[in-house]
């Protein structure tokens, strides 16, 4: 599996986009510390830049490399959510400004999935993750469903080798949380 792997993560070194299975639905992908990739991420989608993006991390651990303070109610909700869970935590730090929301925010959600997991832990940082789909259009639940544009403008493929593979083909829940431990559903 490290094979399949190797060029994925060479692309993200050098800053190039990837579309893959995410744990949720087909993603694209990119190093959330560089600039140039986020902005040709949302070049590829048509997107605007104040759209927020997810961070994706495979450990717990690494809630305190990107958010400055971990609300406590955090690590059992992250690490006992039975779905996708992506969290909306205060304050952000170590990615890019993109990856912010205009208060500091940032989304991160904790991989269960082992192939995404395998992905992230391999790369050895989080990555960037939205849906592969163009700006408006529906978010694709399976690799026939994203767009021929988008296919012809990233850097890599990568594909779930596995015949039992499939993503959960809805988008995560979003939770909303403040430093108190306050939360609030933002998608269910």
Request: proline content about 6%.
């Amino acid at each position: 599996m490290q094979n399949l792997y190797s060029d994925a993560i060479a692309s993200l070194k050098s800053g190039g986009v990837i579309l893959y299975p995410s744990d949720t639905i087909w993603g694209l992908g990119c190093d959330a510390r560089m600039d140039a990739s986020i902005e040709k991420l949302f070049a590829i989608k048509n997107r605007p830049e104040n759209k927020g993006l997810i961070l994706l991390i495979s450990k717990i651990q690494q809630l305190n490399e990107y958010v400055e303070q971990v609300p406590e109610i955090a690590w059992d909700l992250v690490e006992f959510a039975e779905d996708p869970l992506t969290v909306i935590y205060p304050k952000g730090k170590n990615v890019s400004p993109y990856l912010l929301g205009p208060e500091g925010s940032i989304a991160i959600r904790l991989l269960k999935d082992e192939f995404c997991k395998g992905l992230v832990y391999r790369f050895q940082r989080g990555i960037v993750s939205t849906s592969a789909n163009l700006s408006g259009e529906p978010s694709p639940n399976g690799f026939d469903d994203v767009s021929d544009q988008i296919k012809e403008q990233v850097d890599l493929i990568l594909q779930n080798p596995s015949p039992k593979a499939k993503t959960q083909n809805k988008a995560s829940k979003i939770v909303k949380l403040g430093i108190g431990g306050e939360y609030t559903l933002i998608r269910a």
